[in-house]
């Protein structure tokens, strides 16, 4: 509170972190446009909804991070319920992408059955044993939490969950280098189909349903879920650099054998021998699934207020809609990554439409100045290095903090 922007209901966050710029830069114009262009958007239909009644009280609160958690906040209150909205779109991303692409996946299954080889070419597997693994895997997931005390319907609906804001949040990664963290909006298929109100009283199935489906979309380094960017960056970097993707696949298989075994049984060794406390793992430790993620309070607004339903259903078709007629005509200005991130977190609750605006601006210079040949000779390196330098400075510098703690000056 203080700064004159704070009188606009809308705002909530800032971000004035120059790596972000230079991140945002490398993305494409037209997604950076689309971001700070729906987020104006944004702050016009909240200032409307304030002059209307709505968001009353919301004008006290102590922090931006306030005005998007609060009692009263900008996501999951009426009447726009931007939790909803998004949640929404975060599914039709992966949804319509698969739609519009339908060919595509025909072209897969007709390899697999073997109809049509040349289409695997340059593949790390065929088609016949990426489909067997994708199906194993969904079946073996489901298992291990149906063992767990899962019933099949919330044991379906787990993977499921995951393949939608996964495939979603690697897309908008791969285009603008961030993501949209993704904990409130996971209930969105639970509340949907199994439990639109928490149950009374608490189940172990639900419990476990509300934990994983919470944090296992939240962020890259929760539960293994990072296994989505490192996979796709590593085959990515095995294009530009020549490499056997038979190789990458190999490196991938044994990383996930090995990494998440070890790490549950170091975690479960440290509580026990030193206790949670101690350790501070985050959501292992200081986010218990009862009290956050099951807590009735919680769960009955995620991802939004009822009626939200209506809302998460509009986020969904515009989305669609978006992503259709961008598609189908070169000249549509709007594009959906860009639409999404504006009504998201990436925006209201890390305010990255600052850092895409900035962005778009230099970006727009350098193009109209130089063209593309400007900005591939001087506009990518300066922004890349930037980015690289800024990291390794962070790299050298946390390692002599470290040192500095234990032998301080």
């Not at 025909?106 to 597997?125: N, Q, S």
């Not at 879920?225 to 020549?242: D, I, P, Q, V």
């Amino acid at each position: 509170p203080g700064p004159p922007l704070w009188d606009l209901i809308g705002i909530t966050m800032v971000n004035k972190h120059p790596i972000a710029v230079s991140v945002m830069y490398l993305a494409p114009l037209s997604v950076l446009f689309n971001i700070w262009f729906w987020y104006f958007v944004y702050l016009i239909l909240m200032q409307v909804a304030y002059l209307m009644g709505y968001y009353t009280g919301i004008e006290q609160a102590p922090t931006g991070c306030c005005r998007t958690w609060g009692p009263v906040n900008v996501r999951m209150d009426e009447p726009f319920k931007w939790n909803a909205f998004s949640s929404g779109g975060m599914i039709a991303i992966t949804v319509f992408y698969l739609l519009l692409r339908w060919r595509y996946i025909r072209d897969t299954l007709l390899a697999a059955f073997g109809r049509y080889r040349e289409f695997e070419k340059g593949e790390p597997v065929s088609y016949k044993v990426a489909w067997l693994l994708f199906v194993a895997a969904f079946v073996i997931i489901m298992a291990v939490w149906m063992t767990a005390g899962m019933g099949l319907a919330a044991a379906f609906l787990l993977p499921v969950t995951f393949f939608f804001f996964w495939t979603t949040k690697t897309r908008i990664w791969g285009l603008t280098g961030t993501y949209i963290r993704a904990a409130e909006h996971g209930h969105a298929l639970y509340r949907l189909l199994m439990w639109p109100q928490a149950p009374q009283p608490l189940t172990g199935e639900f419990v476990m349903a509300a934990h994983l489906s919470e944090f296992n979309v939240d962020c890259p380094e929760n539960q293994n879920a990072g296994a989505y960017f490192s996979a796709f960056a590593s085959y990515r970097l095995a294009s530009l650099l020549k490499v056997d993707t038979r190789n990458v696949f190999k490196v991938l298989i044994v990383v996930q054998a090995i990494v998440p075994l070890v790490t549950m049984v170091t975690w479960l060794w440290a509580v026990h021998l030193v206790g949670g406390g101690k350790i501070g793992w985050s959501i292992s430790v200081e986010s218990p699934p009862i009290d956050r993620c099951a807590n009735p309070d919680n769960w009955n607004r995620l991802p939004g207020t009822d009626p939200w339903t209506h809302i998460f259903a509009i986020g969904f078709l515009a989305i669609g809609a978006i992503s259709y007629l961008h598609s189908r005509f070169l000249w549509f200005p709007f594009e959906p990554i860009g639409f999404l991130m504006a009504f998201s977190e990436a925006c209201l609750f890390f305010g990255m439409w600052l850092p895409a605006l900035v962005a778009w601006i230099l970006k727009y210079i350098t193009l109209r100045v130089g063209g593309s040949r400007l900005y591939e000779e001087y506009g990518v390196p300066v922004a890349a290095g930037f980015a690289i330098g800024f990291v390794s400075i962070s790299f050298i510098g946390g390692i002599i903090g470290v040192y500095r703690w234990f032998f301080p000056f």
